[in-house]
């Protein structure tokens, strides 16, 4: 109830700036000319895709890939949202306003977190519409779309309770940014050492975040990858919540 | 939420509070305690560890060393029901800039938890107190200094706490608005307790009931305001003659301790507490033909106390 509150109240502030209507806009319009590409590929290579048996749909060859194209964009554009969640009320010093309240810290997180997740699921809303749009002319693999969309709320729910925490930790919200960026991109990337070459470590292979999402996109709903979104998730807001106890003992 | 308590009859109990940061000790062992319709004046230079201690029983900060607890409740161990029975506001007013008054405010009622029906009473309520009424609709960050001091209070006095905590509250307000606010905390402290730290001597003195001042951390004065006003009263009289006179003759006068020249043919002097000598000295310079031009009571005011209790040690001015 406490975390509902909050939450109204940061996604109302967001949508007061212009900041989360330009990133609704931009992202919009970079998905769409990236879909129209990926259906423009798709048409060349149809006649061909007629020979094959058992040839990859359209699900396969146009909406997965534009939702692992929009799981970059939303790399890049998460910690930009995230960023003001803590450090601006502590800047701001409206944290007092929290913390004398009777509400407790997980209130807090949880409120934000909410915030920024309500957000996210919003763009993914607005992109969703593209592949649903082909409803009229193609036959979509419902199955696939659904994992590709569960995938899709795991990984932004992960990137939000990261960049949530990283907020926490920084006492400027651009501090927030960068680390949040850089923390995201590298766990995206982890694995690439020793892929070429075939001994990659098993240990990064498991942290790696896109290899996870990727085999969610695929229509692959595996417990495995599922669980290390959730405890990835809950890992980071924890921590955030102990943090912003911290703030309290500050020595 | 009530008082499951029935015994208590202080709303803030401090108890050996300390507080350190790093090497630094903010507050250092400071106990006291407040009853319901008390207003505490709480002063000390800058620094003193005044906001330190404000934020300690309004649980933005732990405590090193100490408890402190808001009508029975630990503020560390039950702060839900403790914060409940609290307002604060911090020497910055928590403002969110981009909301317009009425929604910061129903924001605000809503984290203290008061129910949908009762939201928009207290906001008109707590606007009308703090002379708001007219300002709903514009946004925060278009207000001027004096009005977000004054949202700021409407902030902390909107879900009618048991205790509530002022952190330099007229700050930035015109006179006209400083004489409002004093009357409302005034107001305030007939059904609550209210703590007000200030920077302003004679605000104390209006306002307050009991004045504490703390310095490097402690506790140097806690004292009804009573008791402050006999220390203050008046023990000296300053004296002008018109023509020049014997100081022997005034030395012969009764209940006089003490007499100085300040300049020509004026005097300071020293009288007993409960004694005032006015009128033997009146009738004196009327006898002896004297052409009495000044005769008046030198009172100790705020400033000097608390000049004297914080530059204790040498201060080259």
Same mark, same amino acid.
């Given at each position: 109830?406490?975390?509902?509150?909050?939450?109204?109240?940061?996604?109302?502030?967001?949508?007061?700036?212009?900041?989360?209507?330009?990133?609704?806009?931009?992202?919009?319009?970079?998905?769409?000319?990236?879909?129209?590409?990926?259906?423009?590929?798709?048409?060349?290579?149809?006649?061909?895709?007629?020979?094959?048996?058992?040839?990859?749909?359209?699900?396969?060859?146009?909406?997965?890939?534009?939702?692992?194209?929009?799981?970059?964009?939303?790399?890049?554009?998460?910690?930009?949202?995230?960023?003001?969640?803590?450090?601006?009320?502590?800047?701001?010093?409206?944290?007092?306003?929290?913390?004398?309240?009777?509400?407790?810290?997980?209130?807090?997180?949880?409120?934000?977190?909410?915030?920024?997740?309500?957000?996210?699921?919003?763009?993914?809303?607005?992109?969703?519409?593209?592949?649903?749009?082909?409803?009229?002319?193609?036959?979509?693999?419902?199955?696939?779309?659904?994992?590709?969309?569960?995938?899709?709320?795991?990984?932004?729910?992960?990137?939000?309770?990261?960049?949530?925490?990283?907020?926490?930790?920084?006492?400027?919200?651009?501090?927030?940014?960068?680390?949040?960026?850089?923390?995201?991109?590298?766990?995206?990337?982890?694995?690439?050492?020793?892929?070429?070459?075939?001994?990659?470590?098993?240990?990064?292979?498991?942290?790696?975040?896109?290899?996870?999402?990727?085999?969610?996109?695929?229509?692959?709903?595996?417990?495995?990858?599922?669980?290390?979104?959730?405890?990835?998730?809950?890992?980071?807001?924890?921590?955030?919540?102990?943090?912003?106890?911290?703030?309290?003992?500050?020595? | 939420?009530?008082?499951?308590?029935?015994?208590?009859?202080?709303?803030?109990?401090?108890?050996?509070?300390?507080?350190?940061?790093?090497?630094?000790?903010?507050?250092?062992?400071?106990?006291?305690?407040?009853?319901?319709?008390?207003?505490?004046?709480?002063?000390?230079?800058?620094?003193?560890?005044?906001?330190?201690?404000?934020?300690?029983?309004?649980?933005?900060?732990?405590?090193?060393?100490?408890?402190?607890?808001?009508?029975?409740?630990?503020?560390?161990?039950?702060?839900?029901?403790?914060?409940?029975?609290?307002?604060?506001?911090?020497?910055?007013?928590?403002?969110?800039?981009?909301?317009?008054?009425?929604?910061?405010?129903?924001?605000?009622?809503?984290?203290?938890?008061?129910?949908?029906?009762?939201?928009?009473?207290?906001?008109?309520?707590?606007?009308?107190?703090?002379?708001?009424?007219?300002?709903?609709?514009?946004?925060?960050?278009?207000?001027?200094?004096?009005?977000?001091?004054?949202?700021?209070?409407? !902030?902390?006095?909107?879900?009618?706490? @048991?205790?509530? =905590? &002022?952190? %330099?509250?007229?700050?930035?307000?015109?006179?006209? *608005? #400083?004489?409002?606010?004093?009357?409302?905390?005034?107001?305030?402290? !007939?059904?609550?307790?209210?703590?007000? @730290?200030?920077? =302003? &001597?004679? %605000?104390?003195?209006?306002?307050?009931?009991?004045? *504490? #001042?703390?310095?490097?951390?402690?506790?140097?004065?806690?004292?009804?305001?009573?008791?402050?006003?006999?220390?203050?009263?008046?023990?000296?009289?300053?004296?002008?003659?018109?023509?020049?006179?014997?100081?022997?003759?005034?030395?012969?006068?009764?209940?006089?301790?003490?007499?100085?020249?300040?300049?020509?043919?004026?005097?300071?002097?020293?009288?007993?507490?409960?004694?005032?000598?006015?009128?033997?000295?009146?009738?004196?310079?009327?006898?002896?033909?004297?052409?009495?031009?000044?005769?008046?009571?030198?009172?100790?005011?705020?400033?000097?106390?608390?000049?004297?209790?914080?530059?204790?040690?040498?201060?080259?001015?």
């Amino acid at each position: 109830m406490n975390s509902l509150t909050i939450a109204g109240r940061e996604l109302r502030s967001l949508f007061l700036s212009p900041l989360a209507w330009t990133m609704l806009g931009i992202s919009q319009l970079i998905l769409a000319y990236m879909f129209l590409t990926q259906i423009d590929f798709y048409l060349t290579i149809q006649p061909k895709l007629v020979e094959l048996a058992n040839a990859p749909g359209i699900t396969d060859l146009v909406i997965a890939p534009l939702y692992g194209n929009a799981a970059v964009i939303f790399l890049l554009i998460t910690p930009l949202i995230t960023m003001r969640l803590i450090s601006d009320e502590r800047r701001n010093k409206t944290i007092s306003l929290l913390f004398s309240a009777p509400i407790s810290m997980t209130d807090i997180i949880l409120g934000k977190f909410l915030a920024t997740f309500i957000f996210l699921l919003i763009m993914l809303f607005s992109i969703t519409l593209m592949p649903l749009s082909l409803i009229p002319i193609a036959t979509i693999d419902f199955g696939k779309l659904t994992a590709c969309l569960l995938a899709m709320m795991l990984l932004l729910a992960a990137f939000d309770a990261l960049g949530l925490y990283m907020s926490a930790i920084a006492s400027q919200a651009t501090v927030a940014a960068v680390c949040s960026f850089g923390a995201l991109l590298l766990l995206w990337i982890i694995d690439w050492a020793g892929s070429n070459s075939g001994n990659a470590s098993p240990l990064f292979e498991y942290i790696s975040m896109m290899r996870h999402f990727e085999s969610l996109l695929r229509g692959l709903v595996h417990s495995t990858d599922v669980l290390y979104f959730i405890l990835f998730i809950a890992g980071f807001l924890v921590l955030s919540v102990r943090r912003l106890d911290n703030d309290r003992l500050q020595k | 939420m009530k008082h499951t308590n029935s015994r208590m009859s202080s709303l803030i109990e401090v108890n050996n509070v300390s507080r350190h940061f790093g090497d630094h000790c903010a507050v250092d062992d400071v106990s006291f305690s407040l009853n319901q319709g008390e207003i505490l004046g709480f002063l000390g230079p800058n620094g003193a560890g005044k906001s330190t201690t404000m934020k300690m029983i309004c649980g933005n900060l732990a405590p090193s060393v100490g408890e402190i607890k808001i009508q029975g409740y630990d503020i560390l161990e039950q702060p839900k029901m403790a914060k409940a029975e609290l307002g604060f506001l911090a020497d910055t007013p928590p403002l969110y800039t981009d909301l317009t008054v009425d929604e910061y405010l129903q924001y605000c009622a809503k984290l203290h938890g008061l129910k949908a029906g009762a939201i928009t009473t207290s906001v008109t309520q707590g606007k009308d107190n703090c002379g708001l009424t007219d300002m709903g609709h514009r946004l925060i960050a278009n207000l001027s200094k004096g009005y977000q001091q004054r949202v700021g209070i409407a !902030q902390a006095i909107l879900h009618n706490p @048991s205790v509530i =905590i &002022l952190d %330099e509250p007229t700050v930035g307000l015109d006179p006209i *608005q #400083i004489l409002e606010i004093r009357q409302l905390i005034r107001q305030l402290g !007939q059904q609550h307790s209210v703590i007000l @730290s200030t920077h =302003i &001597l004679p %605000e104390v003195q209006q306002s307050c009931s009991r004045v *504490q #001042i703390i310095h490097h951390g402690k506790l140097v004065l806690n004292e009804s305001i009573d008791t402050l006003n006999d220390r203050m009263s008046s023990s000296s009289l300053l004296v002008k003659f018109k023509r020049s006179v014997d100081i022997s003759m005034l030395k012969s006068l009764p209940d006089i301790t003490d007499i100085t020249e300040t300049s020509d043919n004026q005097f300071r002097i020293q009288h007993g507490q409960n004694q005032n000598p006015a009128e033997t000295i009146a009738n004196l310079a009327v006898n002896e033909n004297l052409g009495l031009l000044e005769l008046t009571p030198e009172t100790h005011n705020m400033e000097q106390i608390f000049l004297s209790l914080t530059q204790a040690e040498p201060h080259d001015e």
